[in-house]
């Protein structure tokens, strides 16, 4: 079902009619022969109501905005844009994506903010002249950012860029657009400077019952270790919403998320169920492109117009840059190991309710990092909390694609059943324990909830 406001002159009109009906009952001692005066005088005012409110549009009658014609498709072009561009990007890994993608948003929704106003802007207080044109700022500012940090598609993003401004007439306001969105760009390009991208960081836990280590078939060392320790673009440090502990290796939650895991997980289940294996495989391929694809639909399913598809896009992939960092910081310090290890090497663990394996694998191969807590959940839990602070419902109607398994959809009511879904899919892949999977979920809603309440706010007084 498609969730729509109600249009606002409808609501305007019975406002007005309210405070009309109201005014005349305060006036019903008047005499007589001012009645028709009075009435004649009111109908004026009812129709300048509805003639300001239909010229200038749902925005701005919320703020007192000047309406804007520019049209959201710039924010989702340049969204489905940036990964391509970030998924070709042989320099980077498909996890470090979910960072840039933050940077893309981080410096086109200031932009966005930056001339039409509404929302609190991010980092970047500047405001741009009269009739200076959001879009071709957005346009800029997403380029700007994608040549800098991808600059091995520099020719292709120059054609795009050439076919996106190609779409916006000429003129002062596209060019004042230009130069706003790349103000925009370089701003959030000098604040990431020196974030710790990409610093000197190697795993380096000696092997030991609990410990991860490279499992088959690739046994490649941790991919990107340095990310847990680069400064978050919202919350205040990685540990601001660290996970709860995990179980102990003795105790009994641990054996019971281990048996699940053992028997579910396999390569060769047979308690596995033929929907079970279809939802783990489902959600086994590239998060980031899987849920950008989601946050696109949401565009469209919503009607959003070019302000409120920069802020939703800038919320959801800001905060789910912040929990794979926060993530991943709690991944390198515990250095948990993986079901695969944990079933292969169960006589070491010292919990007598857990069995070895030593021939056990899982239905797909390993990441190559430690297990706790899940990157993909915390990913999703972030972006769906991130909607539904947005939009305020939980009922979010959601289309999600798969990179795995193509050409399948699945439609969800709400955030919490596809976060479900990723909870138990992760498990049944054979990746993670159950306790992994809803630590980081906890972890993503918490760290969403506080940034949509710090950030992203709306303005209640247009100063233009």
Known sequence: MRLESPPTTTVTALCGGAIMRAFIQGFSTSI??????????LAAITAAVLLATLATGPAAAATGATATTDDAGVITDWNAIAVSTLTGDTTKTPVEAII?????????????????????????????????SAEAAAVAAAHKVLVTYSPY????????????LAQIPDGKAKTRG???????????IALRANDGRNAPILFNQPPAPGIWRPTPPGFAPMVNPWMGFVTPLLVRSPTQFAPRPRPALTSARYARDFNEVKAFGSATSTARTAAQTSTALFYSGLANTQLQAMLRDQ???RDLDLVDAARMFAAADMSAADTIISVWYTKYVDGFWRPSTAINLAGTDGNPATDPDPSWMPLRPDPAYPEYPSGYNGFAAAVTRALEKLFHTRQLQLTVISTAVPDVQRHYDSGRALRQDIVDGRMWLGVHFRFADTAARDMGLQLAAWALDHYFQPVHRHER
Do not use: C
């Open 100 to 132: 840039y993608m933050a940077f893309v948003h981080a410096a086109v929704y200031d932009a966005v903010v930056g001339i039409e106003g509404r929302y609190e802007p991010y980092r970047f207080h500047a405001r741009a002249p009269r009739k200076t």
């Open 153 to 164: 598609a520099q020719a292709t993003l120059d054609q795009r860029y050439a076919a996106s």
């Open 178 to 188: 230009i130069a706003f969105g790349t103000r925009a760009a370089d701003n959030l």
């Open 32 to 41: 007589n022969r001012r009645k028709a005066r009075l009435s004649s005088w």
């Open 299 to 301: 565009v469209t399913v």
